[in-house]
């Protein structure tokens, strides 16, 4: 019986394998489409841009908040125009009906309205959000955000243009370039649509359609205005005149004399916040960064006031980071008419990663997933268990530190393993290093040079400790 | 005509206000079932805790990878037994079926199956995961997971036991107070299941009742095993003579001494890990935390081997930290019975957040959002733009910086500010400071006593760089 017993246990593994086999094959193995798993190096690149941009953030007093992924369909709801067939909702499955998160913005003003005891804050988010878009070269349907606003009632143009200073300290600590911060103003854009004369419920669809001349020509443009959303030719061109102008101070002087557009109030209150964000971004020293651009419009519906958007000179990469003033989002939740201005912008991390990760490529030492300080390598039979004795006197001194889980160890492959992983220290140890209580220090970014100096236990965590320490500097 | 214009556009805007009023009436403002948001402070809670916590992987030569939070429909069936109608399922809007991940190990597995490349591993990952349970005290369906696995072929126990040295690490350093690690092995269950006459096809829904060992009494699991699950009573209590049993290595010898079960091919297993298992946690120091304990089970079906539990000794919390071996999930992927031998655990990091931030509340200091090095104090009329300018001074010099974006502003206010914010340090400047190039720095912590020293601007930065730095300690 008892070979029958195994045999037939055997059958039932071999009936268990196939079908583990058959229920494998039925699906393809892969990440659902428009998303991608981040590996350790990927990781390290990622961890590396959230380092810098979060120390900029919190160099600049803001404080961070967290919301959940999804949100309930209805805060999403009327918030994103044209782009909200883009929501990915979740299956009803009794109870209420959700979406996962588009943007950080929204769900920063639901908090908002949710929280009305915040008068002000300067908050960052850095979170995923989600867009069932059609993924191409570099788009993604699963991708970080990385947003930074400033919300209360401030005196005018105060806190945008200190969002254009952390703005430039991101792009420039990023190192990611040459940038251009392009700017403009919704009431400049709405003033010169009210003066070109656009009826006023075609407002935001022309300006989504002005959104295009960063990628498409004027003609393209006119066409999509006057064949496509119905605009008069006429209504076309007077808006070419405006629209495609850039400077800075210069294009403020021009339009300033434009006695036509500053009779127009929403303009002329444009134009004056330009004026005085200019003057800031001067006392600031960001505006060797900046253009004044009409041709800039944003996408989104719920801006109110300051757009802007930066660009990485000589890259066809598009936007690096965008935002805007938006005064009234947090008022469409509360519906008490309740005021909470807000304004922030948010980085592209998405292509930021991308830059980052082609330089890490070259330059591997950018980005090291491996963090370790030191690694143990024993010699011979050495009892596994004093690898186990070693490495927990220096964890406890928090000295990182690894040891092969293999029994059998070459001392060589553990070098290469060192040099491999940029891991400077290797600790040898071997029978008659145990009895003499040391253990040997080997430097391996000294390679063959070094052969390991003999430490007494007492004095290694001091010693690893020196040999980790960075050249120290005289204080300048 | 103007009037008549004033007047429509009056109208506009309060049909406009109206129905944007009726539109946030229609739902509730809050966020979904079971979520939640997190504020400044609990944030700061948070990232200490993540900063403790990814110190210790880091320490252990672990690396960081990243999955979608949503997954293939079928990446995730079949794997959770009876916890699948949990599973939050994206409405199919077309395209592939997708459905939240319900933890970080699955994906994991699903991470190894498709990057046949990587042959070993010892990852750490971070994320939300996301379970349709009924939300309670302390309980949510959106929740963090913070997982460290060793995946590969290795030497027996020895990851296994690092494990455990990495989870005593994490609790002790997050100062939870004393904990005991239970462990056991899923062979010894299974052995004494085989030996008490348990059908083969009920193992796992015995073993699930068995883990509610730890909250009920023995005689609520054993009607459960036989009333509910149907198991002849005398076998049920043939198991209760086993699975009540906890000690160290007394339990350990009275099991080897135990002829019939040693007979048992499985349990012989089981119980030889253990025994190989307590030798290393005791080179590893770790012994002295952990409990070899029969009744422990765990809920999940894919655990193969070795599984621990960490509690809380006083506390009534439930278990703060879990996990095993499991040999066979990284196959139901690859479906060509490839082993990829994996072990590891997860920090019940919501647990350990309410503690920290019940502690945060009566010890702020604990965790303070905003991390400030300096507050720029204007004095009477000075124009705004020195703020800034002086503010970008010391951006550029990475000192945390902040001014107050309104034009009138009271000093006490201020210092007050400072006081409440735990920023350090005041920098006053006024009309008669810009005059003679000086800034006058106030240290906040001193009070009243300290009234400011004027500092010329060329030695700004290095003095505020001085007066921040700790007190410099002997090197040891």
């Given at each position: 019986t008892e070979t029958a017993m195994a045999e037939l246990k055997e059958l039932k593994k071999q009936l268990a394998e196939q079908n583990e086999g058959e229920a494998a094959k039925k699906f393809e193995l892969k990440t659902p489409k428009g998303t991608r798993d981040y590996g350790p190096v990927e990781m390290a690149v990622r961890e590396r841009a959230f380092g810098i941009i979060t120390n900029v953030f919190k160099r600049h007093g803001a404080v961070t908040i967290d919301t959940p992924v999804f949100e309930l369909k209805d805060v999403l709801t009327g918030k994103y125009g044209e782009d909200s067939k883009l929501i990915y909702d979740l299956k009803d499955q009794g109870g209420e009906l959700c979406a996962l998160r588009y943007d950080l913005t929204v769900p920063f003003a639901r908090f908002l309205a949710m929280n009305t005891n915040i008068k002000q804050i300067k908050r960052y988010h850095i979170g995923k959000v989600y867009r069932r878009d059609n993924p191409g070269k570099g788009r993604f349907r699963?991708?970080?955000?990385?947003?930074?606003?400033?919300?209360?009632?401030?005196?005018?143009?105060?806190?945008?243009?200190?969002?254009?200073?952390?703005?430039?300290?991101?792009?420039?600590?990023?190192?990611?370039?040459?940038?251009?911060?392009?700017?403009?103003?919704?009431?400049?854009l709405d003033g010169i649509f009210e003066v070109c004369g656009v009826p006023e419920d075609k407002f935001r669809t022309i300006c989504s359609a002005v959104d295009k001349l960063d990628k498409s020509p004027w003609a393209e443009v006119k066409r999509e205005m006057t064949e496509e959303k119905g605009l008069d030719p006429a209504v076309g061109d007077a808006i070419g005149?405006?629209?495609?102008?850039?400077?800075?101070?210069?294009?403020?002087?021009?339009?300033?004399?434009?006695?036509?557009?500053?009779?127009?109030?929403r303009a002329k209150a444009g134009v004056e916040d330009i004026a005085l964000?200019?003057?800031?971004?001067?006392?600031?020293?960001?505006?060797?960064?900046?253009?004044?651009?009409?041709?800039?419009?944003?996408?989104?519906?719920?801006?109110?006031?300051?757009?802007?958007?930066?660009?990485?000179?000589?890259?066809d990469l598009g936007s690096i980071s965008g935002g805007g003033r938006y005064d009234n989002l947090v008022g469409m939740f509360e519906g008490k008419g309740k005021q909470m201005p807000c304004v922030g912008f948010s980085v592209g991390i998405e292509r930021v990663f991308s830059i980052l990760e082609a330089r890490a490529k070259e330059n591997p030492d950018i980005a090291r997933p491996i963090e370790l300080d030191a690694l143990i390598v024993p010699l011979g039979d050495l009892d596994i268990k004093e690898r186990m004795k070693l490495a927990s006197l220096l964890w406890a001194n928090d000295i990182k530190v690894e040891f092969s889980y293999k029994r059998k160890v070459k001392p060589l492959d553990e070098f290469q393993r060192c040099e491999k992983n940029s891991i400077p220290l290797a600790l040898i140890v071997g029978d008659e290093e145990l009895k003499q209580d040391v253990v040997k220090i080997k430097d391996v970014r000294e390679g063959e040079r070094d052969k390991g100096t003999p430490v007494p236990r007492s004095q290694l965590v001091a010693e690893i400790r020196a040999r980790l320490r960075p050249t120290v500097l005289t204080p300048q």
């Open positions: 699963e991708f970080f955000q990385c947003d930074l606003d400033i919300a209360g009632v401030y005196d005018r143009m105060v806190p945008d243009a200190e969002i254009l200073r952390i703005m430039s300290e991101v792009l420039g600590e990023l190192e990611l370039g040459k940038f251009l911060i392009k700017v403009n103003h919704r009431k400049i005149q405006y629209v495609c102008r850039k400077g800075q101070r210069d294009l403020l002087d021009v339009m300033l004399k434009d006695e036509k557009l500053m009779a127009n109030e964000l200019l003057d800031y971004l001067e006392a600031m020293d960001v505006l060797q960064h900046v253009s004044f651009d009409c041709s800039l419009a944003r996408g989104l519906d719920y801006y109110t006031g300051v757009i802007y958007e930066a660009v990485l000179v000589g890259a």
